[in-house]
């Protein structure tokens, strides 16, 4: 083992090696070593939220990982090997669902990986960021990739929730009304202490860590209050940690929830159950607000949206579909072939 990398293994040595930096290996960058990596380093540089941190480690390691299986040292890589990383990414299928990764998801992880390099850069230990130069999948800004529902699907959704059985029905009851009912993230509903629910300013409510790190504060409706603490009224463990808990004690994780919603749309017959995800409730939470009239800047406010036109993409999804000019052609066609 290099001196480079014995001299990384530990972040607190950085400062005494400033001269190997540019020859670390890859195995100097690991993900998994608590603190004593450039990884926990870059994100204890940030204002974070948990479940942005853990998915950021998901992100470097993967990169981590398909540069060990090429013999390619992170350190040495340019914009070729991100272009053919970005590549890979594309071709790669979801372990769920069984479909290509979409541009989105491509981008978020190649923007995660230029931000991991960025910091690199600043600290010297890259002379330059190959990520930078490399050819990132184009998003569209007037199109979300998420298969939305309509109020009625939801309502559907939530029915099947409440006549749902078994040990867990009422903690599905909870998690269902919150991510329907406030439109929270996945990672956001997961990530919910007891100590984060409680009373402001006459208003249950119930605080968290957004995208970005950024403190939010959100009302529950009655209705969701009330499935909350019926949930509370039985929930297990101790009287401190995690809202929502498995059978074992642990923290409910985001994979259960996913596994959830798409139960309960089957059972529900909403026909794209097997598409839907738990960001579909929160896709379905900001098109029913604006069609129920609700200005757009309060669905950002609450959906935590840091530019508009981010909102404003679920509601033209909305608008393409209610006023898709096939409809018009069809019934035009039904009336003439009607006489």
Known sequence: MSLGVRALRRWDDLRMYPAVLPTAAAGALAVGAGG???????????RLSEHTRAAYRRDIAGWLAWCAARDLEPLRASFL?????GRDLEATVEPRGGRPLTPATVARKLSALSSWYDFLTKLRAVEANPVAGADRPKVARDHSSTVGLTPEEVDALLAAADTDTGPHAARNRAAVALLADLGLRVGELVSLDLSDIGYERGHRSVRFIGKGGKPRRRALTPGTSAALDAYLDIRPGPPEGAVFLTASGARLDRHAVFRLVRRLARQAGIPAWAKLSPHSLRHAFATTARAEGVPLEDVQDAMGHADPRTTRRYDRDRHNLDRDPAYAIWAARARRTAR
């Open 81 to 85: 090997d991100v272009n053919a990383y």
């Open 36 to 46: 004593a990596d450039f990884t926990e380093a870059w994100l204890r540089n940030r």
